[in-house]
Antibody, heavy 118, light 109 residues
Framework: QVQLEESGGGVVQPGSSLRLSCAASGFTFSRYGMHWVRQAPGKGLEWVAV????????HYADSVKGRFIISRDNSKNTLYLQMNSLRAEDTAVYYC???????????WGQGTLVTVSS | EMLMTQSPATLSVSPGERATLSCRAS??????LAWYQQKPGQAPRLLIY???TRATGIPARFSGSGSGTEFTLTISGLQSEDFAVYYC???????????FGQGTKLEIK
């Protein structure tokens, strides 16, 4: 069955960097676009970034543009999110999710918590 | 900028009754609208896509309707496991646009 497992979260100081990973299994990873979506504590869902199936197109929310980089390694069935210049407002659970093909998200990981605090 | 506005913020309904949740887009999204359910401590789950198509394994008591700027998620015969937070999402791969509403919390009355 389809599984997505995030890792790499933790507590970091403002201004630092962190890389999240999302290991995919149970489907042909290289055929699907992938997204990162985050959720601040007690808040709603916020879309963060998308990468197309072949990695040739990426798009970001304005709130993270220029600081975060989404990437993938189809040979390792893994999605990444490199987060730089982290701010307190980046504190959230970060989910990876599979794009069915037109933009809605049919499978989600369980999330990894990133806390940015001094 | 696309804005998705959900109403009400909280909805109190008794088990067995019907719940009607609304989602309004600031401009037409055609039928590029999905609904997700999220329970505490869990990841969101896709319920509806294309405004009205149930995702795999979703019970028939969940139905979606609407197009353009006004959308509705209806849950008939509410069961205990349906009390959760529901999000609508506009999606479009080109130009890329993925916007969530702020959510509606469905609670037991």
């Amino acid at each position: 069955q389809v599984q997505l497992e995030e890792s790499g979260g933790g507590v970091v100081q403002p201004g630092s960097s962190l890389r999240l990973s999302c290991a995919a299994s149970g489907f042909t990873f290289s055929r699907y676009g992938m997204h990162w979506v985050r959720q601040a504590p007690g808040k709603g869902l916020e879309w963060v970034a998308v990468i197309w199936y072949d990695g040739n197109y990426k798009h970001y929310a304005d709130s993270v543009k220029g600081r975060f980089i989404i990437s993938r390694d189809n040979s390792k069935n893994t999605l990444y999110l490199q987060m730089n210049s982290l701010r307190a407002e980046d504190t959230a659970v970060y989910y990876c999710a599979r794009d069915v093909g037109v933009g809605h998200l049919d499978y989600w990981g369980q999330g990894t918590l990133v806390t940015v605090s001094s | 900028e696309m804005l998705m506005t959900q109403s009400p913020a909280t909805l109190s309904v008794s088990p067995g009754e019907r719940a009607t949740l609304s989602c309004r887009a600031s401009q037409s999204v055609h039928s590029n609208l999905a609904w997700y359910q999220q329970k505490p401590g869990q990841a969101p789950r896709l319920l509806i896509y294309g405004a009205s198509t149930r995702a795999t394994g979703i019970p028939a008591r969940f139905s979606g309707s609407g197009s353009g700027t006004e959308f509705t998620l209806t849950i008939s015969g509410l069961q205990s496991e349906d009390f959760a937070v529901y999000y609508c999402q506009h999606y479009n791969n080109w130009p890329p646009m993925y916007t969530f509403g702020q959510g509606t919390k469905l609670e037991i009355k």
